[in-house]
């Protein structure tokens, strides 16, 4: 029998319906991750159509399934705006005397994302400061290691790379991920300039700023217009470092909590509950790269030594949502005091000061000791005839 003329028999109608289902599916090119708008008003047409017409009562139903299959198949990936970390980062120098480097080095990562890193020769920090422009406002995260404008033209940069609002630039809001000095001496560049907000990196006006009532508990957003940055919570090596997910590109920011190096652990606790918190997070959400505040890793994984003006052979800045999912069992690993774990070196900066404090004054001690007890037998052997 055709399909045709199949009116009276209900097996024959449920065929032609999903034939030409079929038929219409196939005829949907847009039911890709690349086009998911275009797919989603294409689907509600068709399931329109099909809920709309009363000789197929199964058509609801795999009007739904179709659409279960929409959203499995168009990921937010998709609707990311792409960008390229095809960049190779000065290195700074053995001899950064000899060999003068430019203080600052911009990596656009595309039109309206831009990575800046101050150069291991201005500072053997060489932080990362990363600079988010939406269609209202800008979002300038740290500001690295260096206060003069002289040695680092950070303020003048940022303000070359804002776009034009009118007569004046665009408002830029600057934000940190947590308040050591290699994120912040850069703030007093911006303090006189025109239409900036600093906020402070102090636990109180964190949470003030971002509104965070249950901290470290709750997300918060930040709105640069046409661009929403969440912004999560994550204790641990510094009390009130946070991370940036930037849902327009999909970029984790995380600072120091989480990069290619030393994960200095300030509270061992609070950093595991924020691994996991961020788990949580981004478990379901596309991540296209993790970018954190330093390098402090070779290529082959091996930590470059600490304080160093030169970093050959760098690793890469950006670390993947695997390795970021991955956190969690790594930080279980720790043992309090120092240990590695995989590439990554875990450490409780705080207690190894202590040790080191504590075994430079058990080393005084014991020369202390030693140098008396020597002057008493001088001093002796002096005294007998
Ligand atoms: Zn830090
Ligand atoms: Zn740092």
């Known amino acids: 029998?055709?399909?045709?003329?199949?009116?009276?028999?209900?097996?024959?109608?449920?065929?032609?319906?999903?034939?030409?289902?079929?038929?219409?599916?196939?005829?949907?090119?847009?039911?890709?991750?690349?086009?998911?708008?275009?797919?989603?008003?294409?689907?509600?047409?068709?399931?329109?159509?099909?809920?709309?017409?009363?000789?197929?009562?199964?058509?609801?139903?795999?009007?739904?399934?179709?659409?279960?299959?929409?959203?499995?198949?168009?990921?937010?990936?998709?609707?990311?705006?792409?960008?390229?970390?095809?960049?190779?980062?000065?290195?700074?120098?053995?001899?950064?005397?000899?060999?003068?480097?430019?203080?600052?080095?911009?990596?656009?990562?595309?039109?309206?994302?831009?990575?800046?890193?101050?150069?291991?020769?201005?500072?053997?920090?060489?932080?990362?400061?990363?600079?988010?422009?939406?269609?209202?406002?800008?979002?300038?995260?740290?500001?690295?290691?260096?206060?003069?404008?002289?040695?680092?033209?950070?303020?003048?940069?940022?303000?070359?790379?804002?776009?034009?609002?009118?007569?004046?630039?665009?408002?830029?809001?600057?934000?940190?991920?947590?308040?050591?000095?290699?994120?912040?001496l850069g703030d007093s560049q911006f303090a006189h300039l025109p239409n900036i907000e600093i906020v402070p990196t102090d636990l109180s006006h964190v949470r003030k700023y971002f509104s965070f009532p249950d901290w470290p508990n709750g997300i918060a957003q930040v709105d640069l217009g046409d661009r929403t940055i969440d912004v999560i919570p994550t204790p641990g090596h510094y009390p009130s470092h946070v991370s940036y997910y930037d849902r327009q590109t999909g970029l984790f920011f995380s600072g120091d909590f989480f990069l290619p190096g030393r994960l200095i652990i300030d509270d061992a606790q609070a950093d595991l509950a924020s691994a996991n918190r961020i788990a949580d997070f981004i478990r379901n959400r596309p991540v296209t790269y993790v970018l954190g505040g330093h390098i402090e890793l070779d290529a082959n994984g091996e930590t470059l030594p600490l304080a160093s003006h030169y970093h050959p052979h760098e690793h890469a800045l950006q670390l993947t949502k695997q390795d970021l999912l991955a956190l969690p069992a790594i930080l279980n690993t720790f043992n309090g005091f120092y240990n590695k774990s995989g590439v990554f070196v875990l450490y409780s900066q705080t207690r190894v000061l202590l040790a080191l404090a504590l075994a430079l004054i058990v080393i005084l001690a014991a020369s202390a000791m030693l140098l008396r007890r020597y002057l008493r037998r001088r001093k002796r052997a002096e005294v007998r005839p």
């Not at 065929?15 to 991750?33: C, D, E, F, T, Y």
């Not at 000789?55 to 739904?64: R, S, V, W």
């Not at 060999?99 to 800046?116: D, E, G, S």
């Not at 002289?150 to 934000?175: H, N």
Request: hydrophobic residues 40%; contains cysteine.
């Open 1 to 184: 029998m055709t399909l045709r003329g199949c009116e009276k028999n209900r097996d024959c109608r449920r065929r032609r319906g999903r034939a030409a289902l079929q038929r219409r599916v196939k005829h949907l090119p847009s039911i890709r991750p690349s086009a998911p708008v275009v797919a989603s008003s294409v689907l509600r047409g068709l399931c329109r159509s099909l809920v709309g017409s009363p000789q197929l009562p199964i058509q609801p139903i795999l009007c739904a399934l179709l659409a279960g299959m929409l959203l499995i198949s168009s990921p937010a990936r998709s609707q990311l705006v792409p960008g390229s970390m095809d960049v190779h980062w000065n290195p700074g120098a053995p001899d950064c005397a000899s060999n003068p480097q430019p203080p600052i080095q911009v990596h656009p990562y595309n039109a309206r994302t831009f990575i800046l890193r101050e150069n291991p020769c201005a500072t053997a920090e060489a932080p990362f400061m990363y600079l988010l422009v939406g269609s209202t406002k800008a979002l300038l995260i740290d500001t690295g290691d260096v206060a003069d404008p002289r040695q680092m033209p950070l303020a003048q940069t940022v303000m070359t790379l804002l776009p034009e609002a009118g007569q004046m630039k665009m408002p830029l809001i600057i934000v940190h991920t947590h308040g050591h000095l290699d994120h912040r």
